[in-house]
């Protein structure tokens, strides 16, 4: 009996994923100095290192803290209280708490080991996740974090002063999803507040929240006067994951208590509505959908219609990766059947937010993760350390806030995607949400 007691107690509460590059070592230092030994949480260290360096930073690392630091083997679990890293020319992931390594892409251009890090440990271990990007040039993180706090976890950032370099906290800031943004030697401290939290804990039960109906309706109430949307029929855990997750950011164990904090600070229903809108969402998403559209659907629709504008709308746009993925695909098709068509995207969102930032056509360099090299040379050109998509292609798409449930839907369609949508909606909205797609939509 007593074996596995002590089994249970090697698996961490938490995964912290930490992420850094330039400069990073004097930042990983200063988190390390200030955690204590024992917090039941594991660490996993993602750092950019050449392929060429002798990484002493195993023995460097052990002199700052009395947890067991280890270079990061295949098949390696992940246990609390330890300290793993990213051993060079190889990338890192997670599956079921145990570490992977696979070799780096040589000719691949760009290589981002924090995003793919970052990205399967969101997968692996959802609301257990802590993602920590500290000093570094460049943008990899920015979508890691992205993926984190859409499967619940929590994202803490480097504050741009302290950072030696600015490049991978500033870009993992402008995401919107930090719930901290410290210096390295004061994120242990928030950290432990945070998991101490009782809903991250485990000791209270979400269904709490959903029992007080008079608090959530004034905070729905709240929510509806400062942005203008009604949550009152997304999906219940949803809801309350998120609203939950805030409660433990901002260390308030009352559901009463949080309601009365967000009628008197506005910042705090801001930073709820972007937490209960956070969408995720990344260049051809999915590649089996859109290898089917390309080389099905999009060639017989294209064909098929000749002497009008053909008309698609993207419901749900959240930072325009997928309006620009189809006005990609769109340009290809044509390309491929030596035809041209006059083509129209329309792409909204609810997120005002979300829009300004699509329709500048504007993203971190490391979208190139998801792009091949050929795609990037066409369809984008660089803009200091960023991407800007091609001026002919933007000029496809027209972006719009847009609420799907209350505004009026578009007319003549040819085309609707609307992904990673519906599955925050109750079914009485989603039927409303048909209803308008079918009106929409063309015959055919």
């Known amino acids: 009996m007593t074996i596995r007691r002590k089994e249970k107690s ?18 990983i230092e200063g988190f390390f100095k200030n955690m ?18 002798k990484s002493l930073m195993v023995e460097l690392l052990s002199k700052k803290t009395a947890m067991p630091v ?28 145990k570490l992977l390594l696979n070799d780096k892409a040589i000719n691949q251009g760009i290589n981002l080991p924090i995003d793919i890090f970052l990205k399967s440990l969101a997968e692996d271990q959802g609301e257990r996740t802590i993602a920590i ?72 039960h979400s269904d709490l929240l959903l029992k007080d109906a008079d ?30 997750r805030r409660m433990s950011v901002n260390q308030i164990g009352d559901f009463e208590k949080y309601v009365h904090y967000l009628q008197n600070y506005p910042g705090e229903v801001m930073a709820l509505y972007r937490d ?13 959908a859109m290898k089917e559209l390309e080389e099905k659907w999009l060639p017989e629709l294209l064909l098929r219609t000749k002497n009008r504008e053909i008309r698609f709308w993207v419901a749900g746009c959240s930072t325009g990766e997928e309006a620009y993925t189809l006005a990609i695909l769109v340009k290809e098709a044509m390309e491929k059947a030596s035809i041209s068509r006059d083509v129209k995207i329309f792409a909204t969102d609810i997120d005002k937010d979300a829009v300004v930032a ?20 066409k369809y984008f050109y660089h803009k200091e350390e960023k991407l800007q998509i091609a001026r002919h292609l933007r000029e496809m798409v027209v972006f719009a806030q847009h609420n799907l449930i209350k505004d009026p839907p578009f007319t003549n369609i040819d085309l609707i995607t609307c992904r990673n949508l519906l599955i925050y909606l109750q079914p009485i909205l989603q039927q409303k949400a048909f209803e308008m797609f079918n009106f929409s939509l063309n015959p055919q």
């Open 36 to 53: 204590p030994p024992t917090s039941n949480l594991a660490f996993i260290v993602v750092q950019h290192l050449s392929p060429d360096y």
């Open 133 to 204: 990007i500290l000093s570094g040039t460049g943008s990899d993180g920015t979508r890691g974090v992205r993926a984190i706090k859409e499967l619940g976890g929590m994202v803490m950032v480097q504050d741009e002063e302290s950072a030696k370099f600015d490049g991978m906290p500033r870009a993992a800031i402008s995401t919107g999803v930090a719930d901290f943004i410290l210096p390295p030697d004061k994120m242990p401290e928030q950290l432990l507040a945070f998991v101490a939290h009782p809903y991250v804990s485990g000791e209270k």
């Open 10 to 27: 090697l698996k961490p509460s938490h995964y912290v994923g930490i992420g850094a590059s330039a400069g990073g070592l004097e930042a």
């Open 276 to 288: 209960l809108l956070i969408g995720v969402t990344n260049f051809f998403r999915d590649p089996e």
């Open 358 to 377: 699509a329709s500048t056509g504007i993203y971190p360099e490391s979208i190139a993760g998801d792009l091949t090299p050929q795609i990037v040379a």
């Open 70 to 97: 280890h270079r990061a083997e295949d098949g390696m679990e992940v246990l609390a209280d330890n300290v793993y890293l990213i051993p060079p020319k190889k990338n890192l992931t997670i599956f079921h708490g």
């Open 215 to 244: 608090a959530l309706t004034r905070l729905f109430a709240e929510l509806r006067e400062k942005t203008k949307v009604d949550f009152t029929y997304y999906k219940p855990s949803t809801i309350t994951r998120r609203i939950e």
